[in-house]
């Protein structure tokens, strides 16, 4: 049988696969994140991560420094602190452990952008996100801790403050506490479409921020729905979200779409813990080629609209040159 429309011509060979590629990956715009802790050992290495490390403020500085010329200019920081207490008082304190990290590395490497993720889970005895009272994470008292963590982060130098925890109101108390403190240029980068998931157990493992009793379904996203991502993402803009994130990336594909054509501002998706994981774990299996399903999962991530991507899989795509 023959066909005048041949669209494998197209396929031919790698140059002209490149030429008429419709998405391209700016590796640019791939944030790395980072698990600081202060305490124990100044690195140990996260079982369900491989690759990934808890570190000291020291070897922070020793990671972010050696990244920095692979090219990766964008880190994102989680704070794993030393105590815990029912008022998460480590999140927003002046010598927290986020905090210090942030002075030390705008001081040693100025260009380098510093997004802190702005949440409480990792400082509350009971891993919730928020102020408990009789078993219930209660939204309207949480949101002044939420807004003095972002100031607190503000001050001692992030570029860009993410919080994380889906209160409801929680970007415009934060917009608010910022412009009052005259941080008007402090940019937001809300996680506005948050799903509840089990994307995440690697971090919970990493982070040391498992809940205590029940789970995060009455404050994070339910996976069935996605009008619901849409409402979550304008609310957070017209609150003052200047970048709107999708979370997790891989099966929630579609949203990131959705979003993306709705929005007029920048687009993040988190290609998460689990994500990662699994990628690690099938290759060392020997299952698939690692790098291959790296360049698979990144494009169709970027396909599907977002702007930026935070991975863990930054790291060894600048070192091992893909993509």
């Known amino acids: ?34 698990f600081v802790t202060e305490a124990g050992p100044d690195r140990a290495p996260i079982a369900s991560m491989p690759g990934i490390d808890r570190v000291s403020i020291e070897n922070l500085l020793r990671d972010a420094e050696a990244d920095l010329k692979l090219g990766i200019a964008y880190v994102l920081l989680f704070g794993i602190p030393a105590a815990k207490d029912e008022a998460a008082s480590g999140a927003y304190a002046v010598e927290g452990v986020v905090q210090r990290a942030v002075r030390a590395l705008k001081s040693r490497m100025p260009g380098l952008c510093v997004v802190t993720d702005v949440c409480l ?26 807004a003095r963590t972002a100031v607190s982060h503000a001050e001692a130098g992030a ?13 415009a108390a934060i ?25 995440y157990g690697p971090f919970r493992d990493a982070a040391g921020s498992a809940p205590q009793f029940g789970d995060r379904r009455s404050y994070q996203m339910d996976c069935r729905n996605a009008l619901e991502a849409e409402k979550e993402v304008m609310l ?10 999708v979370k997790p990336a891989l ?48 494009t169709g991530i970027f396909r599907a609209g977002a702007d930026m991507v935070i991975s863990y899989h930054t790291r060894d795509i600048f070192r091992q040159g893909w993509l």
Do not use: W
Not at 164 to 171: A, K, L, N
């Open 159 to 171: 570029d860009i403050v993410a919080p994380s925890d889906m209160m409801d109101g929680r970007v």
């Open 1 to 34: 049988m023959y066909t005048d429309i041949r669209p494998r011509r197209l396929r031919t060979n790698p140059a002209v696969r490149d030429l008429v590629a419709e998405t391209s990956i700016d590796k640019k715009r791939l944030i790395m994140p980072h």
């Open 175 to 199: 917009r608010d506490a910022l412009d009052q403190n005259g941080l008007i240029d402090t940019p937001i980068l809300s996680y506005a479409a948050k799903y509840a998931s089990a994307f």
């Open 236 to 245: 957070d803009i017209d609150e003052g979200a200047d970048i709107v994130m």
């Open 121 to 146: 889970c990792e400082y509350m005895s009971h891993g919730h996100c928020g102020i408990v009272k009789d078993g219930r994470v209660l939204n309207d008292p949480t949101l002044e801790l939420l």
């Open 251 to 298: 099966a929630y594909l579609d949203i990131i779409r959705r979003v993306r054509e709705i929005v007029n501002v920048p687009v993040c998706a988190y290609n998460v813990s689990g994500e990662y994981s699994m990628v690690k774990a099938a290759a060392k299996l020997g299952y698939a080629d690692e790098r291959m399903l790296v360049t698979e999962i990144l």
